[in-house]
């Protein structure tokens, strides 16, 4: 019963595009979620988040869309840098469930120099 | 500084053994988390400790006892390794348990053979 959807594998971005990483979920109590990026054999580190009262959060080169009526969040990456290239997670939580997120299986990103 | 740290990062053991993973984190946070990443990248929580309180508690077999001594500390303990508890365990950390960002360890790759 998987709750957080990534449904592409992997990505491959040319150096200085635009990568578009996209997340689907189907509890509709979920109301906060995070990216997450991870370098082989280390933990995941955060990325950015965003509540289900925005549909937008940015930072820096990195944005996060939200379309709650369509269960989908998105995560762009404008310029895209070697240094970006690692595995994406999303997760998911809903209030008042002890912090209790549901992550998706993840997005190879690589980005071509 | 490391804000999560796990030991073992590698075990490797015969099946039916008793093993323990440690973990501890320096930041503070009240909230602890253990999680299993499968072979297919699936990252799943298994529990949650607040300020050594048990708060998340998934069903996983009762062969996983976490143990948390103090709330800087969440361990885990395996009895009677099974092939099926090969992955990779991540111990995580978060201010509190309402919504926030959660502090991953670098994981300990648990192979039963």
């Known amino acids: 019963d998987q709750q957080v959807k990534q449904n592409s594998p992997s990505l491959s971005v040319q150096e200085g595009r635009i990568s578009i990483l996209n997340c689907d979920y189907t509890n509709s109590m979920f109301d906060y979620f995070l990216w997450y990026k991870k370098y082989p054999a280390e933990g995941p580190t955060f990325l950015i988040s965003?509540?289900?009262?925005?549909d937008k959060n940015e930072d820096g080169r990195f944005t996060v869309f939200l379309n709650k009526s369509a269960k989908h969040l998105s995560l762009h990456i404008v310029p895209s840098q070697p240094g970006d290239s690692a595995v994406y997670f999303c997760a998911a939580s809903a209030s008042g469930t002890g912090n209790q997120f549901y992550f998706g299986t993840g997005t190879s990103l690589t980005v071509i120099p | 500084d490391t804000a999560v740290s796990q030991t073992p990062k590698y075990l490797v053991t015969q099946m039916g053994n008793d093993k323990s993973i440690k973990c501890e984190q320096n930041?503070?946070?009240?909230?602890m988390y253990w999680y299993k990443q499968d072979s297919k990248k699936f990252l799943k929580i298994m529990f949650s400790y607040n300020n050594k309180e048990l708060i998340i508690n998934e069903t996983v077999p009762n062969r996983f006892s976490p143990k948390s001594p103090d709330k800087a500390h969440l361990n885990l303990h395996i009895n009677s390794l099974e092939l099926g508890d090969s992955a990779v365990y991540f111990c995580a950390s978060s201010p509190n348990r309402v919504s926030s960002e959660q502090f991953f360890g670098p994981g300990t790759r648990l192979t039963v053979l």
């Open positions: 930041l503070g946070h009240d909230t």
């Open positions: 965003i509540s289900s009262i925005k």
